[in-house]
């Protein structure tokens, strides 16, 4: 096996591997009367876009008191100070504060229910979403890319194919049937790449789709139309 295979094999198996056992401590924090996005997240020194991507927020500013939310890293619970408006000509810190939301950035890989979505799961972080649909359904590539990564029988996650697109970001489609292209194939947009199935540790037919930008996991959600 050429030795840039045999790099890329490792990277990959590290990838998934991190996506299986990766699972970051954290607390629940209940929004007090106040309390903001942005103040909770800077008490604890928490990113933004990680908190609003791991608890689905798109809107921050839609939080209500009584809510909860994860706060990965945290160690412990903190008190936030309430939100005071800044004085006339003041800067205020908190409208920079804003989340990102690329809508359209990536396809949908294959209509269907989504019956599992990104976030804790069981206390687990789980780092994607799971469309069900029925075994053998085409699974389209989300954007164009070329395919880094294409096994099967990596522990859990079945038949699985990894493709590396621009702005140094990686989709993930795994529990397939069948594999549709090579390791280091190129492939556009839309183009049929697996299929449906219920392979690796599945119980139903379903296609589990990650996102991911560098190592940094990321919500699939905030980057779909």
């Known amino acids: 096996m050429p030795i840039s295979r045999v790099i890329t094999f490792l990277a990959a198996f590290l990838f998934i591997a991190f996506l299986i056992y990766g699972c970051a401590p954290g607390v629940y924090h209940k929004v007090n009367k106040g309390e903001t996005f942005w103040r909770i997240c800077k008490t604890y020194g928490a990113d933004m876009q990680e908190v609003a991507e791991l608890n689905d927020i798109k809107d921050p500013t839609a939080i209500k008191a009584g809510s909860k939310f994860f706060i990965p890293g945290a160690s412990r619970l903190r008190k936030v100070k309430p939100f005071v408006p800044p004085s006339p000509g003041a800067k205020d810190e908190e409208a920079e504060g804003a ?44 954007d164009s890319g070329e395919a880094i990564y294409v096994e099967s029988g990596m522990r859990g996650y079945g038949k699985i194919i990894i493709l590396k697109h621009k702005d140094d970001f990686f989709t993930v489609y795994a529990h397939n049937s069948e594999n549709l292209v090579k390791h280091g194939e190129k492939v556009e947009r839309g183009a049929r790449i697996a299929a449906v199935g219920r392979s690796g540790n599945a119980t139903t037919a379903h296609l589990h789709f990650e996102v991911r930008q560098g190592k940094a996991v990321r919500n699939p959600l905030f980057f779909l139309p």
């Not at 809508?103 to 976030?119: A, T, V």
């Not at 069981?122 to 989300?142: C, Q, R, S, Y």
């Open 99 to 142: 989340i990102v939301v690329e809508s359209g950035r990536f396809d949908w890989p294959l209509k269907g229910e989504m019956i599992s979505p990104y976030g804790l799961r069981n206390g687990v972080k789980h780092g994607g979403i799971d469309i069900k649909a029925k075994e053998g359904t085409p699974v389209l590539a989300a």
